[in-house]
């Protein structure tokens, strides 16, 4: 062999048309870790891999065969070691003797298989980052689709909430001082002939006044349902033990039955309208008494735990769980059939039909409930009382600099009915 190819920086074989090597140079015998003179005596193929020699028979030796030259082939050599030599093989076919002659340079390409991983990475790399791209486009799409949607829904509610006011402000005045004077007429009318009307007179007098201060109700508690939602949003904290203390209180002065009975855990601090928190408890309180049982006198008992609940209430596949109070309202009053436990909640629906009431109570109790992102639910039986379920939240904003509170709140409650 030529002296320049015996230690040439590469592998350098001579591969007969059998596949036999006839000559090697040093380089390759170090490469390899045997003597050129071992190699002579064995097959090319046996110096690969496995994968190696069926690319080889496959492709390689059919192609030199063929075309006469083979150029950039990869192929991976194992030396007398086990370990794997990945090489780049350059062929070429000749004719000495009239016999073929392949002569082959090896070149180590020890760096190959990191740098193809290295772009295998990249490559992943930045179709990820096309496909995150790409989501982000659709997710920006859907987000304007979204505002655009959101401020169409936030034109109508305002023209809602306008209207609710001028509702509002018509129930306050304009319906609310023509059942004044009709009132004070019936009055005047009363004092100034009360000796010449007749019994029939003074019974129509009677329903008068009585349907006036009916009516006059029913006007105060439409708008108290209607000023709910009509307002701003000024939520602050609300000591709900002074909130149903004071609607238990309002209720026994205002039906003038002291005899309520009330037990409670003790109650936390939570986020709210606070004159709408004690309305709700004021007409839970107010049927408690309205609906006690004979001979027994009405008592409440109020219980609370924390449970977690999704913030969403509107947007499907959404879920943010944060902590919700919920109460159990339980009274030991006269019940009623479980199947009227919706049918309660709608405006002027009553469960008894002899109740005097005007259905108006537990409907606006929903609607404080729903208005501060909660629930409210019942459950009886006949003569076995009524038991009310309100969850509210915590807090009505979950930011970072409120996390902490609402965790202390949630352990308030929980040392608390320890």
């Known amino acids: 062999m030529d002296e320049l190819l015996a230690d040439a920086p590469c592998g350098f074989l001579i591969c007969n048309d059998e596949g036999f090597i006839t000559e090697a140079n040093n380089t390759i015998g170090r490469m390899?870790?045997?003597?050129?003179?071992?190699?002579?005596?064995?097959?090319?193929?046996?110096?690969?891999?496995?994968a190696g020699r069926i690319f080889y028979q496959t492709h390689l030796f059919p192609l030199m065969r063929l075309h006469g030259k083979a150029e950039e082939i990869f192929l991976t050599l194992r030396n007398a070691e086990k370990q794997d030599i990945p090489v780049l093989v350059n062929a070429v076919r000749k004719e000495k003797d009239n016999e073929a002659q392949y002569h082959m340079v090896l070149l180590p390409v020890y760096e190959r298989k990191k740098f193809e991983q290295e772009l295998?990475?990249?490559?992943?790399?930045?179709?990820?980052?096309?496909f995150?791209?790409?989501?982000?486009?659709?997710a920006t799409r859907d987000l304007e689709k979204h505002k655009i949607e959101l401020d169409r829904q936030l034109s109508r509610l305002q023209l809602v909430n306008k209207d609710l006011l001028q509702f509002s402000n018509a129930i306050s005045h304009d319906m609310q001082e023509p059942v004044r004077k009709i009132a004070m007429f019936a009055d005047i009318i009363e004092r100034e002939n009360n000796k010449e009307l007749s019994d029939v007179s003074k019974v129509s007098l009677g329903k008068i006044k009585y349907s006036s201060r009916r009516m006059r109700d029913l006007i105060t508690s439409l708008e108290q349902f209607v000023m709910v939602n009509a307002g701003a949003d000024h939520?602050?904290?609300?000591?709900?033990?002074?909130?149903v203390g004071r609607a238990r209180l309002k209720a026994m002065i205002d039906t003038g039955d002291h005899s309520l009975g009330f037990t409670s855990d003790n109650l936390p601090v939570i986020e709210g309208q606070c004159e709408q928190i004690e309305l709700l408890f004021y007409h839970l309180f107010l049927n408690s008494i309205r609906f006690k049982q004979k001979d027994i006198d009405p008592a409440v008992t109020i219980t609370t735990d924390i449970i977690q609940q999704n913030s969403f209430r509107s947007?499907?596949?959404?879920?943010?769980?944060?902590?919700?109070?919920?109460?159990r309202y339980q009274d030991n009053g006269s019940g009623f059939n479980p199947e009227y436990k919706e049918y309660i909640f709608q405006l002027f629906k009553k469960a008894q039909i002899n109740d005097a009431g005007l259905g108006m109570g537990l409907a606006l109790c929903r609607k404080i409930a729903e208005h501060h992102y909660g629930s409210i639910t019942a459950a009886s039986e006949p003569g076995q009382g009524a038991t009310f379920t309100i969850l509210l939240p915590l807090r009505q904003l979950m930011p970072n600099d409120k996390a902490a509170s609402v965790t202390e709140a949630a352990e308030s409650v929980e040392n608390n009915n320890q």
């Open 235 to 243: 939520f602050r904290d609300c000591d709900l033990q002074a909130v």
């Open 120 to 130: 295998l990475q990249a490559r992943k790399a930045a179709e990820d980052a096309l």
């Open 32 to 50: 390899l870790s045997m003597a050129p003179s071992e190699l002579r005596t064995m097959k090319f193929e046996a110096l690969l891999t496995i």
């Open 132 to 138: 995150r791209n790409e989501h982000l486009q659709a």
């Open 315 to 327: 947007l499907p596949d959404k879920y943010m769980y944060t902590d919700f109070l919920r109460l």
